[in-house]
């Protein structure tokens, strides 16, 4: 049978409280409600169990390069921690949580990669700390909900700014949305505004999460090189990036030899 979800008693401040359930094999993370935040396979911890944080992984079509360095903004259960320690061993990770209690129960409940080294995780607003990054990071993944919807700092012209000067001369933000949030256009707006319309949705599987992908400088774009790409990616990886890339192309748009940018 599987465990109820179930509240965190001792962790109780302004910040929403942290819970966990169980359902065979899925441990999952909960924000004070039984919204599914983060979930981890407990016979294979570095799968990325929900379909967003699959899609999320979509940058990886556009990199030149394994990054040197990411930043999370949003621990959660550690879902993007172990698979980047699992795939991109040599990728150092900072990730950043408000929350001291979700940092807590991640280290406790959610086979975290050893910190230090290549790994570690600062107790911070995220939207203050990547102010101090300036270019110093390659890739940006935001996953910020407070249990209910998307924190505001966390879609502002301000942080979207911020973001840009943290990323390096090729660096990629990647967040993740609500696409039934009726604030959605007025995200993507703001994204492409910050990042000079360079910018793909791509929606994930279920639930109706979309993976929103901005560009520091623009990326490939033609279709025959990203094809071979997903073709390599897929089998290197376990991910579908070729059913990505075919939901990139409906998403946004493709003139047969090349994929568009988000349409305004």
């Known amino acids: 049978m599987p465990h109820p979800y179930r509240r965190q008693q001792h962790y109780r401040r302004a910040l929403p409280e942290v819970g966990i359930s169980e359902n065979g094999n899925i441990r999952?993370?909960?924000?004070?409600?039984?919204?599914v935040q983060s979930a981890m396979n407990l016979d294979n911890p570095p799968e990325l169990v929900l379909s967003y944080s699959r899609a999320m992984m979509a940058w990886l079509l556009f990199a030149e390069q394994p990054p040197a360095h990411i930043t999370q903004i949003g621990l959660g259960g550690g879902?993007?921690?172990?698979?980047l320690a699992e795939y991109l061993p040599d990728t150092r990770q900072t990730a950043v949580d408000v929350n001291p209690q979700v940092i807590t129960v991640a280290r406790a409940m959610f086979v975290l990669p050893p910190e230090g080294g290549t790994f570690e995780i600062i107790e911070a607003d995220g939207a203050e700390y990547v102010k101090t990054l300036r270019g110093g990071t390659d890739v940006i993944l935001t996953d910020g909900f407070d249990g209910e919807q998307i924190i505001d700092a966390l879609v502002s012209d301000e942080y979207f700014a911020d973001c840009r000067r943290a990323l390096?001369?090729?660096?990629?933000?990647?967040t993740n949305w609500w696409q039934?949030?009726?604030?959605?256009?007025?995200?993507?707006?703001?994204?492409?505004?910050?990042?000079?319309?360079?910018?793909?949705a791509l929606p994930a599987e279920t639930h109706g999460n979309a993976a929103v992908l901005a560009f520091q400088t623009a990326p490939v774009l033609l279709t025959d090189t990203l094809k071979?790409?997903?073709d390599a990616l897929s089998a290197q990886y376990g991910l579908d990036?070729?059913?990505?890339?075919?939901?990139?192309?409906?998403?946004?748009?493709?003139?047969?030899?090349?994929?568009?940018?988000?349409?305004?």
């Not at 604030?183 to 360079?198: H, I, K, N, V």
């Not at 409906?250 to 940018?261: D, V």
Request: with cysteine.
């Open 180 to 200: 039934g949030d009726k604030r959605y256009p007025q995200f993507c707006a703001r994204l492409r505004e910050a990042f000079d319309g360079r910018v793909l």
């Open 79 to 83: 879902s993007f921690a172990r698979w």
């Open 241 to 264: 990036f070729k059913c990505m890339l075919a939901d990139l192309k409906a998403e946004n748009g493709c003139n047969g030899r090349s994929l568009r940018f988000q349409a305004a």
């Open 168 to 174: 390096s001369r090729h660096g990629i933000f990647v």
């Open 228 to 230: 071979k790409r997903a």
């Open 28 to 35: 999952s993370l909960h924000l004070g409600t039984p919204t």
